[in-house]
């Protein structure tokens, strides 16, 4: 069974800062992509970052630049800077898994940007 860990989210004003940290827990897992995604009110998922199993990273336009996703193994982080009211969101860890093969979740965490 595979569980994806989540923490680090929360309300920071305008221009703050965060870091999320998402860790896979499991027996012999074998991860080939790791990232993370976001779901505003009223809105689709929508990709915000992820980073292959050799460190290839790929960044949503809006966050290019802010966030900056980092790779540990089977643990991934997404640091958050300069943030914006647009950034509101509950962020979703993802890993692609190749052993066990599947697509996995994490139980989302909420980011609140307001003064």
């Known amino acids: 069974q595979v569980q994806l860990v989540e923490s680090g989210g929360g309300l920071v004003q305008p221009g703050g800062s965060l870091t999320l940290s998402c860790a896979a827990e499991?027996?012999?897992?074998?991860?080939?992509?790791m990232g993370w995604y976001r779901q505003a009110p009223g809105k689709q998922r929508e990709l915000v970052a992820r980073i292959t199993s050799n460190g290839n990273t790929n960044y949503a336009d809006s966050v290019k630049g802010r966030f900056t996703i980092s790779r540990d193994n089977v643990k991934v982080a997404l640091r958050m800077n300069s943030l914006k009211p647009e950034d509101t969101a509950v962020y979703y860890c993802?890993?692609?898994?190749?052993?066990?093969?599947?697509?996995?979740w994490g139980q989302g965490t909420q980011v609140t940007v307001s003064s």
């Open positions: 993802n890993a692609q898994l190749f052993r066990p093969r599947g697509d996995y």
């Open positions: 499991g027996s012999s897992l074998g991860i080939n992509t």
